[in-house]
């Protein structure tokens, strides 16, 4: 799975872990080629000296070299070349997600907008068990927060939101997310027991967003990769991933945590998708197809009624036309959804049109 060299200029090397510089790497991709970027980037934390616990034992905070810039300024001419290597990658419906602190994560809203992305919403991952503070001088960090942007305004981005509410035990999808921090089996250690990696984000974070916001198929591009977990779950997920890391460590870290990641079958991949997504059938389609017959009766479940004719059209008694058009009238609505609203009998028992209409669909989804 790992590359230790950066591919050729159009090349595409899905499901692999690539060596080098993420700008350098990005560049030789070739345009247009993802449909979704989530990308962890340094925080710049600017620790000044170590950090203690009351027990004066060393916490294990971020102060590896890969997070360390020389100012500022240096942060921000680096942000703006990594995004601007992503974007150039992402398809014109494509989209991005960053995450940060408040360490650096103002500076990349802002360097987003100057690159033409489109923010869609920020969401604020709320920590169920987040590190104390423990000086007591400030108050407890206890989020972070993420960026999801489209390429560009008035882009036809990917967003499954049906998917997402029952995901939410059918509650639309909030942009506060309680999910907990990366602990125990899942937080990946090195041969001496030590973390990994130190920033390493649960899998949970990245179904929400991979779930959410990419299709089966989809490739999604991790620049800064780290251990991996945006592999993981696209693997899972039934997605392409692409990742890039420059430390070897890592790397290898990732790639045997990959190697053991099972995909879900195809049925488990399908989701929830909105109705409007669904193939379109025409109430007609019934009548010629002899699932309702010329002269059949429907039935309101309030008992008005109306009769079925040859050109899928219904007649009661002082109006005629569509399901939609004769179910309105007769309850007096600006509008109806004559699906729901119709039922016809079938022994002794009233049934939704609806039944047959999701017959019809799941045949063409067959073929």
């Known amino acids: 799975m790992t590359k230790t060299k950066a591919p050729g200029a159009q090349a595409l090397p899905l499901n692999s872990i690539l060596d080098g510089d993420c700008i350098e790497v990005m560049r030789s991709l070739p345009e247009a080629s993802v449909d979704l970027i989530f990308a962890d980037p340094p925080y710049n934390l600017q620790l000044r000296g170590d950090l203690h ?12 070299d890969w997070d360390q810039f020389s100012s500022f300024g240096a942060y ?21 997600w960053v995450i940060g602190s408040y360490h650096n994560v103002f500076r990349l809203g802002a360097e987003l907008q100057n690159q033409g992305f489109w923010i869609l919403n920020d969401v ?11 000086r007591g001088k400030r108050l407890t960090n206890a989020h972070e927060t993420l960026i999801w942007a489209s390429k560009q305004e008035g882009a036809k981005y990917t967003f499954n939101y049906e998917a997402l ?5 059918g509650i639309q999808m909030r ?13 990946i250690k090195d041969a001496s027991g030590d973390k990994a990696h130190p920033t390493q984000k649960p899998e949970s974070l990245l179904h929400r ?13 991790d620049p800064f990769f780290g251990t991996g977990t945006t592999g993981a779950v696209a693997k899972m997920l039934g997605r392409e991933f692409i990742g890039i890391e420059r430390e070897e460590a890592y790397r290898k870290v990732a790639a045997k945590r990959i190697e053991n990641v099972r995909k879900f079958d195809k049925e488990a991949l399908q989701v929830t998708t909105p109705k409007r997504a669904e193939p379109r059938v025409a109430f007609g389609v019934l009548v010629e197809r002899g699932m309702l017959r010329p002269g059949e009766r429907l039935f309101s479940p309030r008992g008005k009624t109306a009769k079925v004719r040859a ?5 009661g008694e002082d109006v005629k036309g569509s399901i939609h058009k004769v179910g309105a009238h007769l309850e007096g609505a600006p509008s109806c959804n ?3 609203y119709w039922h016809f009998k079938k022994d002794g028992k009233d049934i939704p049109i609806d039944i047959l209409r999701q017959q019809i669909r799941a045949e063409m989804r067959e073929n």
Do not use: Q, Y
Not at 53 to 64: E, G
Not at 165 to 169: I, R, W
């Open 76 to 96: 921000d001419t680096f942000t703006k070349n990594w995004l601007a290597a992503a974007r150039r990658l992402l398809k014109p419906n494509g989209a991005i």
């Open 209 to 221: 967003v991979i779930l959410g916001t990419t299709n089966p198929g989809d490739v999604v591009l």
């Open 311 to 315: 050109d899928g059209t219904l007649i």
């Open 53 to 64: 616990r009351p027990d004066n034992s060393r916490v294990d905070a971020v102060d590896d």
């Open 175 to 187: 942009s506060d997310w309680v999910l907990p921090i990366c602990t125990g089996h899942e937080r």
């Open 338 to 340: 004559g699906w729901t």
């Open 165 to 169: 509410k029952e995901l939410n035990e």
């Open 124 to 134: 604020v991952w709320r920590k169920s068990n987040p590190m104390p503070n423990f």
